[in-house]
């Protein structure tokens, strides 16, 4: 699927059931190259929980892990973190802006 394609009504469904089933948020991004403490970024999720509930990712370019404290690193892990925010607001846009588009304009 090309990004200037037409996205189909079967893909923002995927799309949809991919958000409703990950865990709720919201997500938070702790990142070590904006003063993070542990020498580790790490995604929050939910709120207001006693006990640590944390998503962790480890990426490698070939064999080289990048480590914290990294800009890349920490640039991708807040783009997930933001994603569990962005996707439901994103599918509302798309399925509000559907609606205009093929509602019978008035006359």
Do not use: H
């Not at 995927?14 to 990950?22: C, K």
């Not at 070590?32 to 990712?57: A, H, K, P, W």
């Amino acid at each position: 699927m090309a990004e200037d394609e037409a996205l189909t009504e079967a893909e923002l469904s995927e799309m949809e059931r991919r958000t409703e089933a990950a865990a709720p948020g919201p997500w938070v991004a702790f990142l070590e190259t904006r003063g993070g403490v542990g020498d580790c970024s790490v995604i929050q999720v939910g709120r207001g929980n006693d006990i640590d509930d944390e998503i962790y990712v480890r990426r490698f370019i070939g064999t080289k892990e990048l480590v914290s404290p990294n800009p890349q690193l920490d640039s991708d892990i807040e783009f997930i973190a933001a994603a569990r925010q962005d996707m439901p607001r994103l599918i509302a846009e798309v399925k509000r802006l559907r609606t205009l588009v093929d509602a019978p304009a008035a006359g």
